[in-house]
C-alpha cells in the first residue's frame, strides 16, 4: 500500500481518481487506507494517485510491503466484496 506524507496540500485531485475508493480526507491532510490500496493492481498499471499529486507525497507505506500477487490477491477481494 501507499501512504501520504503531510507534504500533502489537500488539493482534492487524487481522491477521485483512486478506483478503490482508499484515499478519504482525515484530520488534517488526506489519507490512504492501507486496507484498500492495491497500488492499483488490477485497475491500471501505474499508481492513479502517484500519477496525478502535484507534490509527490505518496510514497509506499514502509509498514506495509506486499508483493504483486499479495496486491492482486487484495484486489479480488475488494471486488468480490462490491
Ligand atoms: Fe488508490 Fe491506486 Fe493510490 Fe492506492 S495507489 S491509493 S489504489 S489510486
Ligand atoms: Fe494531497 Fe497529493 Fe492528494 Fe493533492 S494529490 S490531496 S497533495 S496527496
Not at 14 to 25: L, R, S, T, V, W
Request: with cysteine; net charge negative; hydrophobic share 35%.
Amino acid at each position: 500500500a501507499l501512504m501520504i506524507t503531510d507534504e500533502c496540500i489537500n488539493c482534492d485531485v487524487c481522491e477521485p481518481e483512486c478506483p478503490n475508493d482508499a484515499i478519504y480526507m482525515g484530520l488534517e491532510i488526506y489519507e490512504i487506507d492501507p486496507n484498500k490500496c492495491t497500488e492499483c493492481v488490477g485497475h491500471f498499471d501505474e499508481p492513479q494517485c502517484v500519477q496525478i499529486c502535484p507534490v509527490e507525497c505518496i510514497p509506499l507505506h514502509p509498514d506495509w510491503q506486499e508483493s504483486k500477487e499479495q496486491l492482486f490477491a487484495k484486489f479480488e477481494r475488494l471486488t468480490a466484496a462490491k
